[in-house]
């Protein structure tokens, strides 16, 4: 195992041979933007120096200012932007002799006290570098205490004649601006800018002011703080710079740009400017030395929010530049190494061993159980291996051709690994291990988030889901399906709700609903109303109380949350329904030939906004084959589309429907949802009951023979519906509800008569909330209490149930035929 990143030749310098052949191939490139800039990084490498820096004059010869640096912040060492060039400074001294100047500590204290110099605890050297364009001077400093050696002073010498910069020439006012050129006036932010510039940015001459803030106000604001770093004076290094930003679109997507520029000083009579290029980045060859390919990396983490996101985000980073064949990302979990993503994702591109437990775990998946990996996580450092590498199985197969493992740090832990792998043999520059180092600290960092971002959003919809009807009940004559979608930004909790209510005499009811907001305080008030309208539709009120007492309700919570809610009450025997609506979206029908239409029905104000509030009932007709669509608005409303246009195009997307499959009609209406907020999708369809209960009523008068009354219109109903045989257990059973609640109830008392599948159901209605009491012991001597006992034994089932305003005390006897 060869440990090539940090390790090797560190400590010796390395030779003239080494500079001079790094130098040729740097300065090769004349036409490279960045030229000037990777030679003085030679500096940094071969002579020891902390930092590298060139002074060029100026056209009318009387500053010397700075065109490039590299290394440490040059303000560190008291550098300045310009020399005077008559002046007497160090710099100004050596370009006028010609002489390399090399000061040591003392020196530079003398200078410090005789010419207001900048002194410090290190060594500067200052070197003639002249060409044909220009003259100047190196400038490098160390802070080695034996200051430059032999050695390192020959190094900067060649450095020096290797040199050939451009001379900061100040361009005429009158002089033609090239199509792809920008000149900025630093002092009053005027700034005179190319055709094609212009283009980019989606302007026309006419419609371009000459303000820089113009073309300011049309990038993405996220990238708005880099941008200014670059056309504020103050912010600005003298240099060449470049970066990468966002320019937004009429339609899609942003467009990335690169700008580069060089700040130019000004002297007397004239304004400094920021004179440069900008370029659609996608047209502009990147190499792995841009800071623009690290800034890309850090934009797409800030919006990547799962874990997956990141993972994804981190391959478009790495794999094609560094021309891979294969990245593997995966998160430390409990010491063991959890794959988030593979690319390419086919189970073919990597090891056997993989394929056990292919896209979730390592083989043997604790971290123990490969030492080299566990080493680069413990060191926390970025290993790169070459060629044939003595490594695990596991590992050598991903990069037979070279393998780099990039611990991912994040918060003072390891928060995951990133594997990359070379088929063919593959050399490791100083620019990629320079990328690969920057990119596994961003992932880190993202991965942390993201992983966080996972978990909470796992709780907040495990919570949602505990809010909602974990299934739905069958219904006779009908198929409901129901469906909810977290909202796709943030990790709030929704206030989106659905519900399906089993009423007595097959009805049910459909509530959909929305409360204001999306924090726990909404997501408290929608369990709060799903269980109120549950509770109020149980006690038998018609749907316009039900919802009145919601809204009662709501009002006296204290809450400054509304809601909107649609209640709808079907008959199931019958196919009609009563809709009532607090605010919210109107039903959309679908109608068995095809067409589809929303219902036009009244509305009353949302929940929560008036003590005092009608919410009026409108009828609906359900012929067999009919599907009843309630949504809420996240289905049908986004930035981009109206919540009319939104409601019209699910009613098309209805009508294409095939309504025998009801799942997949749920499933292919959320597909085509243009949705950031949640949403909750209710739909029934209706099929006609096969087989209708016979029912009949009776109004039970309190008068003396008002018993009697209730057995002979119970006779006479059996045998019309063609019962005559033994009816004794029935006319008891009538008997005793009837008399139970006219001695014990005062008001109407109504006998109901039910008659599905040779069951009878007998139920007795009254205005009295209280249920009776089955006597636990009856002594010989007492005169009452034995009629619910009767009552007990001749039913197959018995019991009570809320109506508006009393009860119903119901028994069910099984038939002979």
């Given at each position: 195992m060869a440990n090539v990143v940090g390790e090797g030749a560190a400590g010796r310098r390395p030779g003239r041979r080494r500079a001079e052949d790094a130098l040729n191939t740097v300065a090769a490139d004349r036409s490279a933007p960045d030229r000037i800039r990777r030679i003085l990084e030679q500096a940094l490498v071969f002579a020891r120096a902390a930092l590298a820096a060139v002074y060029t004059l100026t056209e009318d010869g009387e500053l010397l200012c700075l065109v490039e640096w590299a290394g440490a912040p040059r303000t560190q060492y008291g550098l300045l932007d310009s020399y005077a060039a008559g002046g007497g400074s160090v710099v100004a001294d050596i370009h006028r002799t010609g002489r390399p100047g090399w000061l040591g500590p003392k020196e530079l204290a003398d200078l410090a006290q005789s010419r207001r110099a900048t002194a410090?605890?290190?060594?500067?050297?200052?070197?003639?570098?002249?060409?044909?364009?220009?003259?100047?001077?190196?400038?490098?400093?160390?802070?080695?205490?034996?200051?430059?050696?032999?050695?390192?002073?020959?190094?900067?010498?060649?450095?020096?004649?290797?040199?050939?910069?451009?001379?900061?020439?100040?361009?005429?006012?009158?002089?033609?601006?090239?199509?792809?050129?920008?000149?900025?006036?630093?002092?009053?932010?005027?700034?005179?800018?190319?055709?094609?510039?212009?283009?980019?940015?989606?302007?026309?001459?006419?419609?371009?002011?000459?303000?820089?803030?113009?073309?300011?106000?049309?990038?993405?604001?996220?990238?708005?703080?880099?941008?200014?770093?670059?056309?504020?004076?103050?912010?600005?290094?003298?240099?060449?710079?470049?970066?990468?930003?966002?320019?937004?679109?009429?339609?899609?997507?942003?467009?990335?740009?690169?700008?580069?520029?060089?700040?130019?000083?000004?002297?007397?009579?004239?304004?400094?400017?920021?004179?440069?290029?900008?370029?659609?980045?996608?047209?502009?060859?990147?190499?792995?030395?841009?800071?623009?390919?690290?800034?890309?990396?850090?934009?797409?983490?800030?919006?990547?929010?799962?874990?997956?996101?990141?993972?994804?985000?981190?391959?478009?980073?790495?794999?094609?530049?560094?021309?891979?064949?294969?990245i593997a990302l995966a998160e430390l979990e409990n010491e063991r190494l959890v794959v988030t993503v593979l690319d390419p994702p086919n189970p073919e591109s990597w090891p056997e061993l993989w394929r056990s437990e292919w896209r979730t775990e390592?083989?043997?998946?604790?971290?123990?159980?490969?030492?080299?990996?566990?080493?680069?996580?413990?060191?926390?450092?970025?290993?790169?291996?070459?060629?044939?590498?003595?490594?695990?199985?596991?590992?050598?197969?991903?990069?037979?051709?070279?393998?780099?493992?990039?611990?991912?740090?994040?918060?003072?832990?390891?928060?995951?690994?990133?594997?990359?792998?070379?088929?063919?043999?593959?050399?490791?520059?100083?620019?990629?291990?320079?990328?690969?180092?920057?990119?596994?600290?961003?992932?880190?960092?993202?991965?942390?988030?993201?992983?966080?971002?996972?978990?909470?959003h796992e709780l907040v919809g495990m919570l949602q889901r505990q809010l909602l009807p974990r299934r739905l009940p069958r219904l006779p004559g009908a198929v409901a399906v129901a469906r909810y979608l977290p909202s796709t930004a943030g990790l709030e909790l929704g206030g989106d709700w659905y519900d399906v209510i089993p009423l007595p005499d097959n009805h049910v009811a459909l509530v959909i609903g929305d409360v204001q907001g999306h924090s726990a305080a909404a997501a408290t008030v929608m369990g709060q109303m799903r269980t109120a309208l549950r509770a109020y539709a149980a006690e038998g009120h018609p749907p316009d109380v039900v919802v009145s007492h919601a809204n009662r309700l709501l009002m006296e919570l204290?809450?400054?949350?509304f809601a909107t809610c649609v209640y709808v009450d079907v008959d199931l025997e019958e196919g009609t329904g009563w809709c009532v609506r607090a605010g919210h979206l109107p039903p959309v029908l679908r109608h068995p030939d095809g067409s589809t239409d929303?219902?036009?029905?009244?509305?009353?104000?949302?929940?929560?906004?008036?003590?005092?509030?009608?919410?009026?009932?409108?009828?609906?007709?359900?012929?067999?084959?009919?599907?009843?669509?309630?949504?809420?608005?996240?289905?049908?409303?986004?930035?981009?589309?109206?919540?009319?246009?939104?409601?019209?195009?699910?009613?098309?997307?209805?009508?294409?429907?095939?309504?025998?499959?009801?799942?997949?009609?749920?499933?292919?209406?959320?597909?085509?949802?243009?949705?950031?907020?949640?949403?909750?999708?209710?739909?029934?369809?209706?099929?006609?009951?096969?087989?209708?209960?016979?029912?009949?009523?009776?109004?039970?008068?309190?008068?003396?023979?008002?018993?009697?009354?209730?057995?002979?219109?119970t006779r006479r109903t059996l045998r019309s519906w063609g019962l005559t045989g033994d009816t004794d257990a029935v006319l008891l059973v009538v008997s005793e509800l009837v008399t139970n609640?006219?001695?014990?109830?005062?008001?109407?008392?109504?006998?109901?008569?039910?008659?599905?599948?040779?069951?009878?159901?007998?139920?007795?209605?009254?205005?009295?909330?209280?249920?009776?009491?089955?006597?636990?012991?009856?002594?010989?001597?007492?005169?009452?209490?034995?009629?619910?006992?009767l009552v007990e034994s001749m039913s197959a089932a018995w019991g009570t149930l809320p109506v508006s305003g009393g009860k119903q005390v119901w028994s069910e006897i099984q038939l002979d035929h």
């Open positions: 410090g605890d290190f060594h500067l050297a200052v070197l003639p570098a002249r060409a044909e364009d220009g003259s100047g001077c190196l400038v490098a400093v160390s802070e080695d205490p034996d200051g430059f050696g032999a050695d390192d002073r020959a190094c900067l010498e060649l450095i020096a004649r290797t040199l050939a910069y451009p001379a900061p020439a100040q361009r005429a006012d009158s002089g033609e601006l090239p199509a792809d050129a920008f000149s900025l006036a630093m002092d009053t932010g005027r700034v005179e800018v190319g055709d094609d510039i212009l283009n980019l940015f989606g302007l026309t001459p006419l419609e371009f002011d000459g303000k820089v803030e113009t073309l300011l106000g049309l990038t993405v604001p996220e990238d708005l703080p880099s941008l200014m770093s670059v056309v504020e004076a103050d912010h600005m290094s003298i240099g060449e710079r470049e970066l990468e930003f966002r320019v937004l679109q009429p339609t899609g997507p942003p467009k990335w740009l690169r700008l580069r520029g060089r700040l130019l000083p000004g002297g007397e009579g004239r304004q400094a400017r920021l004179a440069g290029t900008v370029a659609d980045a996608s047209t502009v060859r990147s190499d792995l030395t841009d800071v623009s390919r690290v800034q890309r990396l850090a934009a797409d983490l800030a919006t990547a929010g799962t874990v997956r996101d990141v993972s994804q985000a981190v391959v478009a980073a790495l794999r094609k530049p560094l021309r891979a064949d294969r390592w083989p043997d998946a604790p971290v123990r159980a490969m030492p080299t990996l566990a080493a680069a996580l413990r060191e926390g450092r970025a290993q790169i291996w070459p060629a044939d590498a003595p490594l695990e199985p596991a590992l050598a197969e991903v990069g037979p051709g070279g393998l780099a493992v990039l611990p991912l740090p994040a918060g003072g832990r390891m928060a995951g690994a990133c594997l990359i792998g070379w088929d063919a043999p593959h050399h490791f520059g100083p620019d990629e291990r320079a990328l690969l180092t920057a990119s596994a600290g961003l992932a880190g960092q993202a991965l942390m988030r993201a992983h966080a971002f996972d978990a909470e204290e809450t400054d949350l929303i219902a036009e029905v009244e509305g009353g104000p949302p929940l929560g906004i008036l003590t005092q509030s009608e919410f009026p009932m409108s009828p609906l007709r359900l012929r067999p084959g009919t599907v009843l669509a309630l949504t809420t608005d996240g289905l049908v409303e986004s930035v981009e589309e109206d919540i009319d246009v939104g409601m019209n195009r699910l009613a098309r997307d209805l009508a294409d429907a095939d309504p025998a499959h009801l799942g997949l009609v749920a499933d292919a209406l959320l597909g085509s949802a243009r949705r950031s907020d949640d949403v909750a999708l209710l739909l029934l369809r209706y099929d006609g009951m096969e087989m209708r209960p016979r029912r009949e009523s009776w109004t039970v008068w309190r008068v003396p023979e008002a018993v009697g009354h209730a057995r002979r219109f609640a006219l001695t014990h109830t005062e008001g109407p008392v109504r006998l109901y008569l039910t008659l599905v599948n040779g069951r009878l159901r007998v139920a007795v209605a009254d205005t009295s909330p209280r249920s009776p009491a089955k006597p636990t012991s009856i002594s010989w001597e007492a005169t009452g209490g034995r009629g619910i006992l």
